[in-house]
């Protein structure tokens, strides 16, 4: 079957007070830190060492000397970053190993994962910036073998309760062109064509996808249709059951179907087939041999991969070995 996408609701988030009046983070404040870093008014007591030794970009700023008479919390210098206070902290937790943030096997939080690439990107901890990608890309993989080892509900990403009702694919859309990831894109714009066209075209949150990639999907959708058509055929031997087969709603992904649920999902159709065509015989076309069978399942399976190997084109995208990451 196509895979589904999923998402979970994670426990809430620190509530923001409405005054601007600088707060210690709950999460991140060492008690023999000797740094503070401050993001909006949220405050990270952390240590210089640490993030001097995994970012050159804090190295060089800490070399700036403290101007006398500025403000200093718990005798610690303050350092005003212009990032948003979620993505630091997300940041600082994945930096410091938190169990929730690195090595967990759980459900990734979509908001963690964006501020490592992001942030990871920006000061240069490539130890971020590559755990967040090495994640994406078990999402959105780049071979059709790690493709069919999705689970069939497969996008396990919790999401932020406070942007319930959008779909993540968008957020995810936009921050791979935000961080320059081409690597993820075929399999990315792959799930966005499961969208109806009107939703492509009119979906509120969809309106905030770059232009260009909203065109790709477009493309890409209408070339998926087509490869779905080439598909079928390898599978559907009578000219009635496609007709009947082909009057369903337009799913892109079944260009992916695989050979086991394509029969799967023949059969739950012939169940309902009309019955005129089992009538002119049309059903007579199904009682192949079993060489005739083989050569069908060899059939499906070329077309299969054909088209994984041609997605990237379908999207209007550089080949699957040309397509590369966090290049400006």
């Not at 210690?24 to 008014?41: H, R, T």
């Not at 714009?189 to 509120?204: F, H, M, N, V």
């Not at 055929?233 to 009947?244: N, T």
Request: proline letters at 7%; glycine letters at 6%; hydrophobic letters at 35%.
């Amino acid at each position: 079957m196509p895979k589904r996408r999923r998402t979970e609701e994670p426990a809430a988030q620190e509530d923001t007070p409405m005054d601007t009046t600088p707060r210690p983070s709950k999460k991140v404040w060492f008690e023999d830190g000797n740094i503070i870093l401050q993001a909006g008014n949220l405050q990270f007591k952390v240590h210089r060492g640490v993030l001097a030794k995994q970012s050159p970009v804090f190295a060089d700023l800490f070399q700036i000397p403290h101007p006398p008479g500025e403000p200093t919390v718990e005798g610690c210098p303050v350092v005003e970053l212009h990032d948003e206070a979620e993505d630091l902290e997300h940041a600082l937790l994945a930096l410091y190993g938190d169990a929730s943030h690195v090595g967990t096997k759980d459900k990734p939080n979509l908001s963690a994962l964006a501020a490592m690439i992001r942030l990871g990107r920006k000061y240069e901890i490539s130890y971020l910036r590559d755990e967040g990608l090495a994640r994406l890309k078990r999402e959105f993989p780049t071979t059709l073998e790690e493709y069919d080892r999705l689970p069939e509900e497969y996008l396990s990403f919790t999401y932020p309760e406070t942007q319930c009702g959008l779909d993540p694919i968008v957020d995810i859309i936009k921050l791979a062109h935000e961080c320059n990831i081409q690597s993820i894109l075929p399999a990315l714009y792959l799930q966005a064509t499961s969208w109806k066209l009107d939703e492509l075209l009119y979906r509120p949150d969809c309106s905030s996808i770059p232009f260009r990639a909203l065109c790709n999907i477009i493309s890409g959708r209408d070339e998926l249709l087509n490869a779905r058509k080439d598909l079928e055929r390898c599978v559907l031997f009578g000219q009635g059951i496609q007709a009947q087969w082909l009057r369903g709603a337009p799913e892109p992904l079944l260009a992916l179907q695989t050979w086991t649920d394509c029969l799967e999902s023949v059969e739950k159709m012939l169940k309902h087939v009309s019955i005129d065509i089992v009538r002119k015989g049309a059903l007579d076309h199904m009682r192949l041999c079993r060489a005739c069978l083989l050569k069908a399942q060899e059939a499906h399976n070329r077309v299969r991969k054909d088209v994984w190997d041609e997605l990237p084109g379908y999207f209007k995208l550089p080949g699957w070995g040309e397509l590369k990451d966090f290049q400006e």
